[in-house]
């Protein structure tokens, strides 16, 4: 099972910052398989990135994500009001289960 | 449009069973696979099962393994996943979600979920 360790776990900025949230494997993983979501309080998630840097459909492009084998990162170039809130990462691989790191929560600072 | 509509929740005593439906529309159903995730109040997500597009494969979390079942009518574009012996540590919000792959094997690359569910509370309580 693969193990995701987000952090920070919770990141105080403020509008027209730039967030770097992080998201550790517990082994090396194939960027095909890691995705991250952002949930707003009583909501569904909502894909962001998937295969590690490839923006869902409709996601501003102040939104991306890098990283490879151990180590990724969910860049927000530029907040926005509406950005704060819950993410997770997510590896989905070539087996089960599928694992979700603890999540960070963007606050305003 | 896509859309993912949850039903069969509620309060539920331990060891009762429920039956947890997701009506699903604006796509080829049958061609992805579906999996069901839950969130138990103030805590994280946590996957529970995975089923092809087909549904001749199934999947389950070690921590539900043998009291969930999952299935689904594509006949219907109904998934449904089936709860017995609930549990207190069982209350949570549960989503239904979409793989973004249409293939109809669950494992691979970019399966990620493309569209969730509004999500349909199950309390277990005495």
């Known amino acids: 099972e693969v193990v995701l360790t987000q952090s920070p776990g919770t990141l105080p900025l403020s509008p027209g910052e730039r967030a770097t949230l992080s998201c550790r494997a517990s082994?090396?993983?194939?960027?095909?398989?890691l995705a991250w979501y952002q949930q707003k309080p009583g909501q569904a998630p909502r894909l962001l990135i998937y295969?590690?840097?490839n923006r869902a459909t409709g996601i501003p492009d102040r939104f991306s994500g890098s990283g490879s084998g151990t180590d990724f990162t969910l860049t927000i170039s530029r907040l926005e009001p509406e950005d704060f809130a819950l993410y997770y990462c997510?590896?989905?691989?070539?087996?089960?289960?599928?694992?979700f790191g603890q999540g960070t929560r963007l606050e305003i600072k | 449009e896509v859309q993912l509509l949850e039903s069969g929740g509620g309060l539920v005593q331990p060891g009762g069973f429920l039956r947890l439906s997701c009506a699903a529309s604006?796509?080829?159903?049958?061609?992805?696979?579906m999996s069901w995730v839950r969130q138990a109040p103030g805590k994280g997500l946590e996957w529970v099962s995975a089923i092809s597009g087909s549904g001749g494969s199934t999947y389950y979390a070690d921590s539900v393994r043998g009291r969930f079942t999952i299935s689904r009518d594509n006949s219907k574009n109904t998934l449904y996943l089936e709860i017995n012996s609930l549990r207190a540590e069982d209350t949570a919000v549960y989503y239904c979600?979409?793989?973004?792959?249409?293939?109809?094997?669950?494992?691979?690359?970019?399966?990620?979920?493309?569209?969730w569910g509004q999500g349909t509370l199950v309390t277990v309580s005495s």
């Open positions: 082994q090396s993983v194939s960027s095909t398989y």
């Open positions: 979600a979409k793989s973004l792959s249409s293939h109809d094997y669950v494992w691979g690359s970019y399966r990620s979920f493309d569209y």
């Open positions: 997510q590896h989905y691989g070539s087996s089960p289960p599928i694992t």
């Open positions: 604006g796509f080829t159903f049958s061609n992805h696979a």
């Open positions: 295969g590690a840097s």
